[in-house]
């Protein structure tokens, strides 16, 4: 099963910040990281949504984006990150349809062109493929996440009953960062079953060709 998705959205973040090699378009240059672009953080639903699921009341990055489903079709949704978890949720309803805990991601997948792909991978789970229009900033918001949150330092009760830092990590260590993996084409897991290949053609015209193909066998 083959599926080209239009390329309907414009690459909106500036900076080539991932190993050198990420491509940018022209129209990118000197626009400012916003965050919140689906202004969230006004909407008392968001509050609640938050509330419930144990976070802060920070929104780190939103987005109006397409989630790619297992069928290649491509659904409206919204993503949200917050500090710890990030959430996709529904367009309309604003329900949330996935929520991922950011300290199990493994990696982010993207191409080394122009386009507007990206893809989420969790090993416990399933994946998820999204088209966003701010991807590099997205990613940049996940990254910091996951670097505070898996940057966090253990503490344990000593017999006092005190907490005490864990002595086994240094003062100086940087916090972990999450993989960026850059390629011209690259795999996922749409579901349980199901591998999928995303592959990535600069066109003559200087456009890049996204197909999203099952893989078989």
């Not at 240059?29 to 938050?50: E, Q, S, V, Y």
């Not at 300290?103 to 789970?125: G, Q, V």
């Not at 900033?137 to 996940?142: G, P």
């Amino acid at each position: 099963h083959f599926a080209v998705i239009p390329m309907g959205f414009a690459v909106e973040t500036p900076l080539q910040p991932f190993m050198g090699r990420k491509e940018r378009r022209r129209s990118s240059a000197g626009k400012l990281f916003l965050g919140d672009h689906c202004d969230l953080r006004a909407n008392p639903l968001i509050a609640k949504l938050l509330a419930k699921h144990g976070e802060p009341a920070l929104v780190l990055f939103s987005e109006e984006v397409l989630k790619i489903n297992r069928r290649g079709e491509a659904v409206p949704r919204v993503l949200l990150v917050a500090p710890n978890a990030l959430f996709l949720l529904d367009s309309g309803t604003m329900r949330v349809r996935r929520k991922i805990q950011i300290k199990r991601l493994a990696a982010i997948r993207m191409s080394e062109h122009n386009d507007n792909f990206l893809a989420l991978i969790h090993p416990e789970e399933y994946d998820v493929l999204l088209v966003c229009a701010r991807k590099i900033e997205a990613t940049l918001a996940i990254g910091d996440a996951f670097g505070a949150v898996t940057g966090r330092r253990d503490t344990e009760k000593d017999e006092s009953g005190s907490r005490k830092k864990d002595e086994s990590r240094s003062e100086n260590l940087e916090p972990p960062r999450l993989p960026v993996e850059l390629s011209s084409n690259f795999t996922y897991a749409a579901g349980a079953d199901l591998t999928k290949r995303v592959t990535f053609t600069r066109l003559e015209n200087g456009e890049v060709d996204t197909t999203v193909a099952d893989i078989v066998g």
